[in-house]
T-cell receptor, first 111, second 115 residues
Framework: KNQVEQSPQSLIILEGKNCTLQ??????????LRWYKQDTGRGPVSLTI?????NTKSNGRYTATLDADTKQSSLHITASQLSDSASYIC??????????FGAGTILRVKS | DAGITQSPRHKVTETGTPVTLRCHQT?????MYWYRQDPGHGLRLIHY???????DKGEVSDGYSVSRSKTEDFLLTLESATSSQTSVYFC??????????????FGEGSRLTVL
């Protein structure tokens, strides 16, 4: 069964600190993996996409990694800001355009 | 901004009443989707459309129907709302040419409460 599991479910960190969110998937055949950020009361917005051949990709203070062998991805946030408070959703695309969503990690950044 | 508008944004209704949510897009994209989002669950696909009058079921389609009579509008109908359909509903579009990357653009959501 195609599944995406994210951890932790929620996380509280102090402003300026770093954090790492995890995504494990059992999806086949894999096409790509995307991280979305969802602000409270808004729709999700794509942060980055990882394809099979990519190990690391950065988007500003966000760095995503992918280990296709272990079927794990992480999203690392550097020097967190209050505006990083959001839900982060991992979505794996199965070849053929089927998308499998994780339940998300809720991040709260405190001042 | 992918030009997606959902209406209504908030609705409270009673069990057994019909409800229709509307998703409107301004850029003539072919693929449109309806998802529901509940605490502890990922976004779950209800129905999707790949063109005018072309729709198909998603993983949680029971109790829902859809219609797409124009490219720009995708309607989600709950024929007889139940409390289990209390949720936040998101419309999404897949931009033309984006089928390979799977990047969806979401609307702002419609919060439905069924009492």
């Amino acid at each position: 069964k195609n599944q995406v599991e994210q951890s932790p479910q929620s996380l509280i960190i102090l402003e300026g600190k770093n954090c790492t969110l995890q995504c494990n998937y059992t999806v086949s055949p894999f096409s790509n993996l995307r991280w979305y950020k969802q602000d409270t009361g808004r729709g999700p917005v794509s942060l980055t996409i990882m394809t099979f051949s990519e190990n690391t990709k950065s988007n500003g203070r966000y760095t995503a990694t992918l280990d296709a062998d272990t079927k794990q991805s992480s999203l690392h946030i550097t020097a967190s800001q209050l505006s990083d408070s959001a839900s982060y959703i991992c979505v794996v695309s199965v070849r053929g355009n089927k998308l499998v969503f994780g339940a998300g990690t809720i991040l709260r950044v405190k001042s | 901004d992918a030009g997606i508008t959902q209406s209504p944004r908030h609705k409270v209704t009673e069990t057994g009443t019909p409800v229709t949510l509307r998703c409107h897009q301004t850029e003539n994209h072919r693929y449109m989707y309806w998802y529901r989002q509940d605490p502890g669950h990922g976004l779950r696909l209800i129905h999707y459309s790949y063109g005018v009058k072309d729709t198909d079921k998603g993983e949680v389609s029971d109790g829902y129907s859809v219609s797409r009579s124009k490219t720009e509008d995708f309607l989600l109908t709950l024929e007889s709302a139940t409390s289990s359909q209390t949720s936040v509903y998101f419309c999404a579009i897949l931009p033309s040419g984006g089928e390979g990357t799977g990047e969806l653009f979401f609307g702002e959501g419609s919060r439905l409460t069924v009492l």
